[in-house]
Nanobody, 120 residues
Framework: QVQLVESGGGLVQAGGSLRLSCTAS??????MGWFRQAPGKDHEFVAA????????HYADSVKGRFTISRDNAKNTVYLQMNNLKPEDTAVYYC???????????????WGQGTQVTVSS
């Protein structure tokens, strides 16, 4: 069993930065991904990273602004978000389906989410 706990959300002005963290209990060498959901909108993929950090994936809407990374010694995956825009406002969730490479299945384990609000 893996538990995922997100942190680092908050309120920031447009153009600002935040760094989200997702810490996993138990085994940590899984691929991890970030999704977000804004009010009234569908669940949206944001970024993902494979088990050792060699491979990353990004949604077009965040390429060049967000960076996903991981520290397996700390069982933690990070999402550095720069140049934030009001449309980035959402609850951000981390996810892992227990595989070493990212599959995008959205199965497996989810965190409780952390709110990111970007004011204009």
């Amino acid at each position: 069993q893996v538990q995922l706990v997100e942190s680092g959300g908050g309120l920031v002005q447009a153009g600002g930065s935040l760094r989200l963290s997702c810490t996993a209990s138990g085994r940590s060498n899984y691929a991890m991904g970030w999704f977000r959901q804004a009010p009234g909108k569908d669940h949206e993929f944001v970024a993902a990273i494979n088990w050792n950090g060699d491979t990353t994936h990004y949604a077009d809407s965040v390429k060049g602004r967000f960076t996903i990374s991981r520290d397996n010694a700390k069982n933690t995956v990070y999402l550095q978000m720069n140049n934030l825009k009001p449309e980035d406002t959402a609850v951000y969730y981390c996810n892992s389906d227990g595989r070493s490479e990212w599959s995008g299945s959205q199965r497996g384990y989810w965190g409780q989410g952390t709110q990111v609000t970007v004011s204009s």
